[in-house]
């Protein structure tokens, strides 16, 4: 917790330790007499605090330190004294020190997510564009980066997946390579129909690290839409595997595309 800690306008310095120097504390809670550390240090439940704080430290830091001369001048304390030192002063000041970690430790957690929203987008647009990922993968996954910024939901409830050369901006229904061959009764397998989608340019053959079962030498194959590809189909995110693409063909270009398959079969014999 390197942020600044500021109570009633006063700044309470740090050490390279981390420890709070207990005379701004002093001069933030008033500065009276009866107040200054030295009368708080001679409270013998405070001397057994310390002793016990420096026996269950996992560190090799005192509780307690001071230091003499200088511009850091001053003694310095834990966490846990400067919270006993607010609570010795009064129940208000108590609150407001427990108020003002409570506001640094939380800008803290806000700045870490703010960082992990941002690098979570910087990767998202990466991956979008590496993988050709449709709008509505797209679409899926800055609402889940919405949800961990805890953002009001301000996301579309829908992105338009159309072929690259549509221009009504509607979307269209898509189905999977299988269902597309077996709904227009060709008598090919997939892996065939995706090899003669390979050949035509549509489809790139892409790999993983994986430990699955079905991982040949720790490597996991799937296919992906390529740019060309895009008229024809689109990438979702697997849903069984979220790391890989699963094309689904737009049934508006479904025998085009099947007319193609065939004429790759003509070629090759």
């Not at 001053?74 to 030192?85: D, N, Q, S």
């Not at 002063?89 to 997510?113: E, M």
């Not at 699955?212 to 030498?217: G, P």
């Amino acid at each position: 917790m390197n942020q600044l800690f500021v109570i009633d306008g006063v700044s309470v310095r740090r050490d390279q330790n981390a420890r709070f120097c207990l005379n701004d504390l002093h001069r933030a809670a008033g500065g009276e007499e009866r107040h200054k550390p030295g009368n708080f240090f001679r409270l013998e439940n405070i001397k057994e605090l310390c002793a016990e704080i420096d026996r269950c430290s996992d560190v090799s830091i005192a509780s307690v330190e001071s230091i003499r001369g200088g511009p850091s001048q001053g003694t310095y304390v834990c966490k846990e004294l400067v919270l006993a030192y607010a609570m010795w002063i009064s129940p208000s000041f108590n609150l407001k020190v427990i108020r003002t970690f409570d506001a640094v430790v939380t800008g803290h957690t806000q700045s870490q997510r703010s960082d992990q929203v941002q690098a979570g987008v910087i990767l998202l647009e990466s991956a979008a564009r590496m993988l050709n990922l449709s709008n509505s993968s797209k679409l899926g996954a800055y609402q889940t980066l919405q949800a961990f910024a805890g953002l009001p939901n301000m996301m579309p409830v829908y992105a338009i997946d159309a072929p690259a050369d549509a221009v009504d901006g509607s979307s269209r229904p898509t189905t999977s390579l299988t269902t597309m061959l077996r709904d227009n009764k060709i008598a090919i397998n997939t892996a065939d129909a995706y090899m003669r989608l390979e050949k035509l340019g549509i489809v790139q053959r892409m790999s993983r690290p994986s430990n699955s079962r079905h991982a040949v030498n720790g490597v996991k194959g799937f296919w992906m839409v390529t740019n060309k590809g895009l008229i024809y189909a689109k990438n979702v995110t697997n849903p069984k595997s979220p790391r890989e693409t699963q094309p689904h063909f737009f049934t508006s270009k479904s025998a085009e595309l099947i007319r193609m398959m065939m004429t790759v079969d003509q070629e090759d014999e």
